[in-house]
């Protein structure tokens, strides 16, 4: 992907860049005193508060389709709200963190998620040489080529709810492995770790998408009231077992393709979502770790107790962890120059399949960092920081989210100016696949998206391919 620099942007693109210079140069240099990295995430943070501001007030597209305002927001939580919480309400962090010393590389953690939001918003201010066409009354309208195949959606819907189906039948208990809560799949030991089977019902999520943007696209207000109500029966699985990490990023990637390239959502849906966030937030992680009845969720949701543990439980703490990580740099964990990325191609191949299929980079570190808790099949997370340092060092964590915002960049651009389903449909999914990525990693978190980002681009691209041949004819 080839990109410029204009001289009008060029002035935007100095302090991004000597920032991530300076960034780097106090992570190596690890001073005991943590003044430096404060002072370099403050900044970041601040940068990264204005880029979102910006995004928001701007009249152009609405701000929840800019995938980077996605990413900044999701650093801002991890590496400056959650431990902003934490020390407010004298939070300690949870005893298998505390036990290995993570405060021993705060200056360190700070640095690179300075570096991490320096080099988004740098990302982001980078000029492709590829110029889009502001919309005309021909790119707005109905279009054969946009619409999804229909024999195609037909299959691959019947292909991923069969195996889905299937699935849940091996269980023994189909009913608790499609609607029961995570106690309830435990207690009759719903196995999950068949990660290609568990998220096949995502699969026919993304031809159902496909046909959202494609509704979206053409204005028919049915269809989309129609495709959206469906869009959301997929979400239900997720929602009865308190799995944020899917249901909140599947919610999200339907709300980018309904608001698509509006300029403005109206304020009282604003309110709404603010509304909605303790919620979806909040409320799924009490069902799921506490007997309270749902019934009584929606007050437990908004008690002042409950939204200060999500930001200083596990949940949140990745900091922490990314300090724990560092500390085993270059003694237990060392480089694996990109190893760790052949997992994207084998990620959809099941391991039946393939026995010797790479392990999953957090599957690999919990090993060395928490071996009782990864032989228990429990995970956490280190952010999208650590795959890039642990492969290629401080290079490799900024070249990461450099692209990351030009990608964004471009699909945000290309749906602005050259809106289509198509378009509406990739914006959407990376864009919302963001907010997982950052708290997660790129090889391990892919799988939620490769599915449905696979089968909605099938049946779309299968039609403007038939329908370009019958142009030539």
Known sequence: MNVNVSSKNAGGLW???????????????????????LILIMLGSVLAGFEIFRA???????????????????????FIIAPAVRIITNAELPPVFAALNPDTNVNQVNSLAAIAIFATILGSR?????????????????????????????????????????????QGNPVAAIFGSRNTQQLFGIVKS?????????????VSTAWLAYAVKVRNRPLILKISIACLLFLIPSILQGDRSKFIFYLLVISIILTAWNRKIPRRYILLAAILIPLLVVAPRIYR?????????????????????????????????????????GTNIHPQYGLSYLNLVAKPIP?????????EFDTQIMRIIFPKYAAAGVGFAFSAISEPLVNFGIAGVIGFFILLGVVNKRLLDRMRFSPSAYSIFLNAWIAGFMFVLIRGNLTVDFQRAVFPLLSGLAVL?????????RGRV
């Open 15 to 37: 302090f991004p860049a000597i920032s991530i210079i300076v960034a780097a140069l106090v992570f190596h240099l690890n001073l005991d005193s943590r003044i430096p990295g």
């Open 56 to 78: 928001i007030v701007l009249p152009a597209n609405s701000a929840i389709a800019n995938g980077n305002v996605w990413v900044l927001t999701s650093l801002l939580l991890i």
């Open 126 to 170: 980078a000029k492709s040489h590829s110029f889009y066409r502001l919309p005309s009354a021909e790119s707005t309208s109905i279009s054969s080529e946009d619409r999804p195949s229909v024999p195609l959606s037909i299959v691959i819907l019947i292909f991923w709810s069969f195996l889905y189906i299937y699935w849940a039948f091996s």
């Open 194 to 206: 068949n990660g290609y089977l568990v998220d096949s019902l995502y699969g026919a999520l993304g």
């Open 289 to 329: 770790e506490t007997d309270v009845k749902v019934s009584n969720l929606g007050s437990n949701a908004f008690s002042a107790s409950n939204l200060a543990e999500t930001f200083t439980k596990e949940d949140t703490a990745m900091a922490p962890t990314l300090s724990i990580l560092i500390n085993n740099l």
């Open 351 to 359: 391991r039946s399949l393939w026995p010797g299929k790479p392990i």
């Open 461 to 469: 691209r299968l039609q403007e391919i038939r329908e370009k041949r």
